[in-house]
């Protein structure tokens, strides 16, 4: 299994931005899809956005299409998510976690490994 670790979370007011970032270690990195998943109190896991091996197909949740950019440095091994235009419903807990299929990548159950997480806060 390769392992995650995530930085990059705060407080930010609604209608600003961050971008998250997911370094990963052990296994080869470039043989996992990518995929960020976010969790806010008492609700369930949902999926947020995901990229295959290479960067070169992405896709994302509706809620987030056009204010979050998911990208990959292979050379790096670290995943990122630009967010912009936050809202205070963004506020969860975000994930990073690594896929070896990319053919169910907004299934949670689908994924090998995840990080711990990092805390999201938008202020209205």
């Known amino acids: 299994q390769v392992q995650l670790v995530e930085s990059g979370g705060g407080l930010v007011q609604a209608g600003g931005s961050l971008r998250l970032s997911c370094a990963a270690s052990?296994?080869?990195?470039?043989?996992?899809?990518m995929g960020w998943f976010r969790q806010a109190p008492g609700q369930e896991r949902e999926f947020v956005a995901a990229?295959?091996?290479?960067?070169?197909?992405?896709l994302y949740a509706d809620s987030v299409k056009g204010r979050f950019t998911i990208a990959r440095v292979n050379a790096k091994n670290t995943v990122y998510l630009q967010m912009t235009s936050l809202k205070p419903e963004d506020t969860a807990v975000y994930s990073c976690?690594?896929?070896?299929?990319?053919?169910?990548?907004?299934?949670?159950?689908?994924?090998?490994?995840w990080g711990q997480g990092t805390q999201v806060t938008v202020s209205p």
């Open positions: 990229i295959n091996w290479d960067g070169s197909i992405t």
């Open positions: 976690a690594a896929n070896t299929n990319w053919g169910r990548v907004a299934d949670p159950s689908e994924y090998e490994s």
């Open positions: 052990g296994r080869t990195f470039t043989g996992y899809a």
